[in-house]
């Protein structure tokens, strides 16, 4: 956070004279200067023997990297009173570019592993990189990656994990059917069979010779019916049977069924089981024969064995909207050439031009150069216009197919590209997020730390023992005065700084509080117990809360051990300034609203043993409603 | 006549054009290549020694100071927006749009849009070596906007707010709406001591220096740079 204008930190501290004059309270002690003399020197970083020189504010201005952080003492060597690193210096040189002007290129000639270890080492994250050279480190990446994806599956392939459940196996059968010789099989015996339905239902509709007792020709399917039912039996069992199967080893049903394979299947299947169902009804016999028109659709049962089907769907899908826009301009030229030929054509006798819609016909034929010369016009002015029909249709149909064919592959890139990027941009704003809210939460984390360092010596030996925070204490000069002067303005303003989680639960434990506390002065509150119930204990309750650290334990050995404090009305007094401190991060918020009760409110405290509520400090004007928080 | 006839003539070829383009399908303008003006505006500095006169700067002071203003300034003038990016860096939580409106007000002495390296210079050489007076003179001036002399309710809720605002949404106890007002009201009880409901600078300054919290917290400024 901040870290390119830590140079700027002199000013954001001057600015805060602004806070001052308003505060109400006394404003907390900046943290210990560290000696000068560190602070304006030249460094030296000798990196595999090439020298390169900087300041050291220019180095401090990013606290979390490897240059910026107390991690480069571990390289500093005294002999020579330079910093000594045993990396590549080509790379290195991008590296401190980054600290002087604070944007990060990548270089195209560099190896994209390598560079990627330099960035891991020196604790940069890639996300920094700049705009200008982020696409490029990100298609780099992107093929390094793939590279050693097809690597690692085609080792994957081969070896199968050993204690696959009988369910997995199967979806692996069915997914890669080169895994196992039975999915192989599998997958030869369904694409015969779809092949054998297709075929199938297209030779029945062949004519097949004369019955002897009849003139006309009957089609196959009508002389075979047994035979072609049969076939067509034994083809949807072997479908329902793969569509079960493939349901049941699927590790999500629900996706599973939501996938458009499998809605394909559905459709496949269906007509036969609904013409079971319905047979030799006459009302339905018409709905039912364009049931079997849907039998059609097991053709693209294919697409599962041929990948070039899916991409050219996938392709069509994406190039919808041009689609749509020739299908829209060729609509509005048909409109325009139908009304005017069939004003033309209005004068002639027996005219096919009967009315506009049926002028559409001859228009389309037109215009597509298809001509069938079932609808000609007579008259010369009828002529005229059909010539410029014909002539704009040829414009008007071949200048933007080739249009639609560039934006076939043109959109299938950018789209590709721009998922890419806007995937992209959506973790780098997470990252980069994360890394800010790393910020704050290093400010919890220096709270925590500073109130621990105001307390007890005996809790802080603990601390000291547990030795969990020390590592938290920001021993670089830039955090520690963002710190304070962060404090300053909570001081200022008399609110802190919390995160989310821990915002959400106390807004709702204020408002829970608050609806108990409306109702009666008393704080035997009736029906809701939980709103008497310490602040602590309906944290602990509720399993929302979500402190890193919290524990039980901890809460009520801290509860019980505050008590007796709380008591007596003098000892709150005497120290207004108390922070008593917890060991976990949670509860310094939960101590510090002790501190953030005005006195008023303190000489109610003696009538609220019973466990007290969490405070609510914004509302002073509830004075006769005792707010105590849960220590 | 004629200048309707122009305005006809105006909207429809304005008219063709979306129908061309919509035609065409390219419903969205294609991208003007937007100025880019590089602010050519310039601006250096007057001599290190001069400044060294000027304010209570050290020269080793004055080039860290420069060295920093310049990095993120490379045209040694800070407008108003870069000036909110840089303070808005220091609190990530909360809005400070509206505080950094306010310094830039201050710090901008000669109010034409953007703060040099020597505004920026002097108004810290106030702020962080001047006398407790001058410290004071100068937050009485950041209270007051429009410079005549008197903190009225409204600009002092103006500035509460803002400070307010830097805190954000994720407070303890929860921001109540009602804050700054309070806030303002406590403020006004303390300084306003003729009760005309305007702060003047002579009340201001004595009620500062009689309170111990805001004396000491002014002494907090020695030793920032």
């Given at each position: 956070m901040a870290a390119g204008v830590a140079a700027w930190l002199p000013f954001a501290r001057a600015a805060a004279i602004g806070w001052m004059p308003v505060a109400t309270r006394p404003m907390p002690v900046p943290p210990r200067e560290k000696k000068k003399s560190q602070d304006q020197g030249l460094l030296v970083l000798n990196v595999s023997g090439q020298k390169f020189q900087t300041w050291s504010n220019t180095l401090e201005r990013y606290p979390d990297t490897l240059l910026g952080s107390t991690e480069r003492d571990f390289f500093f060597h005294e002999e020579t009173n330079e910093y000594f690193f045993d990396r590549d210096p080509d790379i290195f040189r991008h590296i401190l570019n980054f600290y002087r002007t604070g944007k990060l290129h990548y270089p195209r000639q560099e190896c994209i592993a390598a560079y990627d270890e330099e960035l891991s080492f020196f604790g940069i994250i890639p996300e920094i990189i700049g705009d200008c050279c982020y696409e490029e480190y990100k298609d780099r990446r992107r093929e390094n990656q793939e590279r050693l994806q097809d690597d690692e599956d085609d080792e994957k392939e081969d070896v199968a994990?050993?204690?696959?459940?009988f369910r997995e196996y199967m979806w692996r059968a069915f997914e890669n059917p080169h895994t196992s010789t039975t999915a192989l099989v599998l997958y030869y015996v369904t694409g015969f069979f779809i092949a054998i339905s297709v075929m199938a239902n297209v030779v029945e509709t062949v004519p097949c010779g004369t019955l002897p007792n009849r003139a006309k020709e009957i089609s196959c399917g009508d002389r075979y019916a047994l035979a072609f039912f049969c076939l067509d039996t034994a083809c949807v069992m072997i479908f329902t049977v793969e569509y079960l199967l493939r349901l049941i080893a699927a590790p999500s049903r629900y996706n599973f069924m939501k996938s458009v394979m499998s809605i394909i299947d559905v459709v496949a299947i269906m007509p036969y089981y609904i013409g079971l169902v319905m047979t030799d009804n006459d009302q339905v016999s018409g709905a039912f024969v364009t049931l079997r028109v849907f039998r059609v659709f097991r053709i693209f049962k294919f697409s599962r064995h041929s990948a070039g089907l899916r991409i050219l769907g996938y392709t069509l899908k994406s190039c919808a909207s041009e689609l749509g826009f020739l299908l829209f301009s060729l609509t509005m030229a048909i409109i325009i050439f139908a009304t005017v030929m069939f004003y033309a054509e209005k004068g002639s006798t027996s005219s096919k031009f009967t009315s506009i819609p049926a002028a559409f016909w001859y228009t389309i034929v037109t215009m597509t150069t298809l001509g069938y010369g079932d609808m000609v016009p007579k008259t010369i002015v009828g002529k005229i216009f059909g010539s410029i029909c014909s002539l704009s249709g040829v414009l008007v149909i071949a200048l933007p197919v080739p249009v639609i064919v560039s934006n076939f592959s043109r959109i299938y890139h950018q789209s590709q590209r721009a998922e890419k990027r806007r995937a992209q941009k959506k973790t780098r704003i997470a990252k980069i997020r994360a890394s800010k809210s790393r910020g704050t939460n290093a400010y919890m984390h220096y709270k925590q730390y500073n109130g621990h360092f105001l307390t007890h010596s005996s809790l802080e030996e603990a601390c000291k023992e547990a030795g969990q925070l020390l590592v938290g204490k920001p021993n670089i000069p830039f955090e520690s005065h963002h710190h304070h002067l962060l404090h300053c303005l909570e001081k200022t303003t008399n609110h802190e700084f919390i995160d989310e989680q821990t915002f959400e639960t106390n807004c709702m434990e204020v408002t829970m509080v608050n609806k108990s506390g409306s109702r009666t002065s008393s704080m035997s509150g009736s029906s809701s117990p939980h709103g008497l119930s310490s602040c602590c204990s309906r944290r602990h309750r509720?399993?929302?809360?979500?402190?890193?650290?919290?524990?039980n334990q901890e809460l009520s050995t801290i509860q019980i051990r505050e008590r007796p404090i709380v008591n007596s009305r003098s000892s709150l007094n005497a120290k207004p300034d108390f922070e008593t401190v917890p060991l976990k991060s949670g509860h310094s918020y939960v101590t510090s609203s002790v501190v953030t009760l005005p006195p008023a409110a303190s000489s109610l405290l003696t009538s609220s043993d019973n466990g007290g509520s969490s405070s609510s400090t914004c509302n002073y004007s509830q004075s006769n409603i005792v707010r105590v928080s849960a220590l | 006549m004629s200048h309707c006839r122009k305005r006809c003539k105006r909207q429809l070829t304005k008219v063709f054009r979306l129908f061309y383009r919509f035609l065409t399908g390219t419903l969205e303008k294609d991208s003007v290549e937007d100025d880019f003006e590089l602010s050519t505006v310039c601006h250096r500095p007057e001599g290190l020694d001069k400044l060294q006169e000027q304010t209570k700067f050290t020269k080793k002071e004055l080039q860290v100071l420069y060295r920093g203003f310049k990095n993120e300034c490379p045209c040694g003038v800070v407008n108003e927006e870069t000036f909110k990016t840089i303070y808005s860096q220091f609190f990530p939580q909360g809005d400070s749009g509206a505080y950094a409106h306010f310094l830039f007000e201050a710090f901008d002495t000669n109010k034409n849009g953007s703060v040099s390296f020597e505004d920026f210079v002097f108004g810290l050489s106030i702020i962080l070596r001047g006398t407790i007076n001058d410290r004071l003179n100068w937050a009485f001036n950041l209270y007051d906007q429009n410079k005549d002399g008197c903190i009225t309710k409204e600009e002092m809720m103006d500035i509460m707010k803002s400070i307010y605002d830097m805190m954000g949404k994720y407070t303890y106890p929860c921001m109540h709406e009602e804050a700054p007002r309070e806030h303002v009201e406590s403020f006004f009880q303390k300084m306003d001591r003729n009760n005309d409901g305007v702060v003047t600078i002579d009340e201001f300054i004595e009620t500062c220096q009689k309170d111990e919290n805001i004396m000491q917290s002014m002494q907090l400024f020695d030793n920032v740079i």
């Open positions: 994990p050993l204690n696959m459940t509720r399993k929302s809360f979500s402190l890193p650290n919290s524990n | -």
